[in-house]
């Protein structure tokens, strides 16, 4: 099942990781010279749907990821505590073999692949993102799922000495998250374990997350120890924070404002202090692959 | 041998501070309070404010706004239960909040909305922002009036009632914080439980003095 689905650009197409090095080496000599807020206009004008990947630095250091803290820097401040190793994730629910499936074992039988996605956070600001990983329907299927199964709900670990953030009830923990079957089985769909080829750190989600591109980022949820086969719509973190701000499809949509600001534009991350804003896209661009499962509905009901 | 005594202008801590404090000139307030913002901006050029840079400005000049609006609240509880003096730079400091609160307000506008008509748009569709706009309009007419020549045009009585308009506004900051967070985050709660007691201080000592007779009843 793996390959279902190429990139627009290949992987030749992405920037290897010394080129990049290169460009921040080139963006830390102008800014040394005063000269970073002359050369940043130049690169905030890449158009909508634009896929040259964030630097490193900027996917590293710029996370949501409220097990650690509310601060977009406090993931890459404290998660090094995190213990990824051993890890394993419980598949259960309606599934013909149940039980912990070990991350080392879940790595030797999948196929690995490199997925260049955007990635639009509910907050109206966007990155690209490298992943490698593979495709969720493959890990379920080696799980078999059961006629009848109609939900996928996701649970990440809850390990409040590693994850200072879960001592403040910001959120009910642990984090849960929830996609519709065919949403799970669709290609796009993936278990990241990897960011530029490199084990994924683990202020994004180690040792392995979610990556489902066409909905906004707390969707994707990180360092998931538990997946469930349901026929009920599973509950979801933020749904249940706010059902009026956060719906269960959370689809990317540039026309179904959130109730606070704006969904229309959005700031790709990385185009400095005068950054132009750009128009967000339906799916998130990717509404050829996934417009098919919602035919018939009311997107701003389902939001 | 005589036991160490506190300079003799002296008897308490508080006042050998207070004493220090007079030497400060408040001009060197207002350069202090005028070097942030550049600084600020400054590192949100060369990548000292992370990646995301405007979000990052935004707010950092929001927050050194409220601190500088709290600290400024804190003035005469200070005075009152410590005997610490800082009238002298308590305009300096509410000029300056009010300089931040502009600023803010100047990077949200060029830098984030970019847009004049989504401006309007955000002011009336979104709470967070009509609330934000409500608190830069009452403190406007205070930041108008920080000066010598108001307080004998509008009078001792009236210039004080005017800028009692503080006390709102800084209420309506707090929850221009609360309300543009995600989640159910601590800081804008606790700066809100700061407000809220430094607002009982002077409630408290108006009804006491009232039931002692001292002062017309409040309204």
Redesign the interface.
């Given at each position: 099942m793996a390959h279902r689905w190429i990139n627009d650009l290949t992987a030749e197409d992405a920037t290897p990781f010394s080129a990049y090095m290169n460009r921040r080496q080139i963006m830390a000599g102008l800014a040394g010279l005063g000269l970073g807020a002359i050369a940043a206009p130049a690169a905030a004008l890449a158009p909508a749907g634009d896929l040259t990947p964030n630097s490193w630095e900027e996917i590293t250091t710029y996370n949501n990821f409220y097990e650690f803290g509310t601060d977009k820097g406090d993931p890459a401040r404290y998660a090094d505590q995190l213990t990824t190793s051993p890890w394993s994730v419980t598949i259960d629910g309606m599934v013909d073999r149940p039980g912990a499936y070990d991350f080392a074992t879940i790595m030797d039988r999948m196929t690995m692949e490199e997925r260049i996605y955007r990635l639009r956070c509910v907050e109206a600001w966007s990155m690209v993102v490298p992943w490698n990983g593979f495709e969720l329907a493959d890990l379920l299927n080696l799980a078999g799922v059961q006629d009848g199964a109609r939900f996928v709900a996701f649970e990440t670990l809850n390990r409040p000495e590693e994850m200072p953030g879960l001592r403040s009830p910001i959120l009910q923990w642990p984090y849960v998250e929830g996609l519709r079957l065919d949403e799970a089985m669709h290609p796009l769909t993936i278990m990241a374990t990897g960011i530029y080829g490199k084990t994924i750190p683990n202020q994004n989600g180690a040792p392995m997350r979610l990556v489902v591109p066409w909905k906004y980022g707390y969707k994707s949820i990180k360092s998931v120890v538990r997946i469930t086969l349901t026929d009920t719509q599973p509950p979801t973190s933020w749904n249940r924070y706010s059902s009026r701000e956060y719906g269960f499809y959370s689809n990317v949509n540039p026309n179904v404002d959130h109730p606070r600001w704006s969904q229309a534009q959005e700031r790709r991350i990385g185009g400095g202090l005068f950054s132009r804003k750009q128009p967000t896209l339906m799916f998130n661009g990717y509404e050829e692959e996934v417009a098919a499962l919602y035919d018939g509905m009311d997107l701003a009901e389902y939001h | 041998m005589t036991a160490w005594t506190w300079p003799n202008i002296t008897d308490r801590p508080v006042n050998w501070l207070n004493a220090q404090l007079r030497r400060l000139p408040v001009w060197a307030l207002y350069a202090a309070g005028g070097a942030w913002p550049a600084i600020l901006?400054y590192m949100?050029?060369?990548?000292g404010l992370?990646?995301?840079?405007?979000?990052a400005?935004e707010h950092e000049l929001g927050k050194s706004a409220l601190n500088l609006l709290v600290f400024g609240l804190a003035i005469t509880p200070l005075r009152r239960f410590f005997g610490l003096n800082l009238m002298r730079f308590r305009r300096a400091i509410g000029v300056i909040a009010f300089a931040y609160v502009g600023f803010h307000l100047l990077v949200w506008l060029v830098?984030d909305v970019?847009s004049p008509a989504?401006i309007w748009?955000?002011i009336v569709?979104?709470?967070?922002v009509t609330v934000g706009m409500a608190g830069f309009l009452l403190l406007s007419p205070l930041a108008a009036t920080s000066n010598n020549w108001s307080v004998r045009r509008l009078g001792a009585a009236a210039w004080r009632r005017l800028h009692r308009l503080v006390y709102p506004a800084v209420l309506v900051a707090a929850l221009h914080f609360m309300?543009?967070?995600?989640?159910?985050?601590?800081e804008p709660l606790i700066y809100l439980a700061v407000i809220v007691v430094l607002l009982l201080l002077r409630l408290d000592r108006r009804a006491v003095a009232w039931r002692a007779g001292g002062l017309p009843r409040p309204r």
């Open positions: - | 901006l949100g050029a060369t990548g992370g990646v995301e840079p405007i979000t400005l830098l970019q989504l748009a955000d569709k979104r709470p967070y309300i543009l967070v995600k989640g159910f985050p601590v």
